[in-house]
């Protein structure tokens, strides 16, 4: 079937015609099977900034792949070969896409799995980026055990040490800008940035048998006490120490990971920054002239929440 010489092929449930490129229905999502062209269909992937639902596909490192990895990456991912090179490269397993669908996430894996690259399916609801962990404020050695405080005593979480299977280091980024667009008449609308902070936090994530209790510790508004005579006056040289007392304390088989303070740029393309915006109403700034003020926000948080859970999943002992 063709329409203006196009190959078409009619979706199965609506009838509709699509293009044999794709995988599902534009029309009503119903998954695509084309025999003999399975291998050409490229999926049908997410945005890094798009929220809704997705099916991320994880590359786990380990033999080298095909020496035609890279392009395949950078073709079914959507990626410059720049960006699929430095995927390939990560030491830790990594997001490679973001398929908007089972069906065209295991679609990737299978075109991926002829260039020789493993990889694992995680979907948005098992990595929950919006729910971010439960943050501690304090942490307790009893014992055996590990209690991490919040900000009251209903949310205490007792661990025994023998239960943190993962420790992942890394740091959220966070920048606020305050910009004026200006509009006249008959002239091109003008920005002006007003101001702009930049903040790093440092955090460490622990991770228990279950998501449930995966714990954030933060640079800021943590209370050190657990450091005892270690504990300096800056909060950057506490966090440090807080690590190093955590890894003496954990079992041998718990997996440390620190490989986020390299990776995050390369994450950008697949997890992307969390963005959002507040804007002022318009207001008069002189003859014909009208102007605005917008707050701008960015952060890292969501970013490293996935990168986080994915280890979770995929890097530490069964």
């Not at 010489?5 to 999502?29: E, I, K, M, Y």
């Not at 950008?268 to 507040?278: C, F, Q």
């Not at 009208?290 to 280890?311: I, P």
Request: aromatic letters at 6%; charged letters at 20%.
């Amino acid at each position: 079937m063709t329409t203006n010489s196009l190959p078409v092929v009619a979706c199965p449930q609506c009838g509709r015609p699509n293009g044999t490129h794709r995988t599902t229905c534009l029309f009503c999502g119903q998954p695509l099977r084309i025999p003999g062209q399975e291998s050409q269909a490229l999926p049908n992937l997410r945005n890094a900034e798009d929220i809704e639902p997705g099916y991320n596909v994880i590359f786990l490192p380990g033999n080298p792949p095909a020496p035609n990895a890279v392009e395949e990456v950078a073709a079914v991912g959507r990626l410059t070969p720049e960006q699929a090179a430095a995927l390939l490269a990560s030491p830790a397993p990594v997001p490679i896409a973001r398929a908007t669908t089972p069906h065209d996430a295991t679609l990737l894996t299978q075109r991926l799995a002829r260039s020789g690259l493993r990889t694992l399916i995680l979907s948005d609801a098992q990595l929950s980026p919006l729910h971010p962990p439960r943050r501690a404020r304090a942490l307790v050695a009893a014992g055996d055990f590990l209690e991490a405080w919040g900000t009251d005593q209903a949310m205490l979480l007792r661990l025994s040490w023998n239960e943190v299977s993962l420790v992942v280091f890394g740091v959220l980024r966070f920048r606020q800008v305050l910009a004026r667009e200006s509009t006249a008449r008959r002239a091109k609308a003008e920005r002006e940035e007003l101001y702009t902070a930049d903040e790093e936090v440092a955090v460490i994530d622990l991770f228990g048998p279950t998501l449930a209790t995966h714990l954030r510790i933060r640079a800021d508004g943590f209370d050190y006490s657990c450091l005892g005579a270690q504990r300096g006056l800056l909060a950057a040289e506490n966090h440090t120490r807080l690590g190093d007392w955590l890894l003496a304390s954990l079992p041998s088989m718990a997996v440390v990971n620190r490989d986020f303070y390299a990776l995050a740029r390369v994450l950008d393309p697949i997890w992307g920054l969390t963005k959002a915006s507040r804007r002022q109403p318009f207001k008069r700034a002189g003859i014909g002239k009208v102007s605005a003020e917008t707050t701008e926000y960015v952060d890292n948080e969501r970013q490293f929440t996935c990168f986080a859970r994915s280890l979770f999943f995929t890097v530490r002992p069964a």
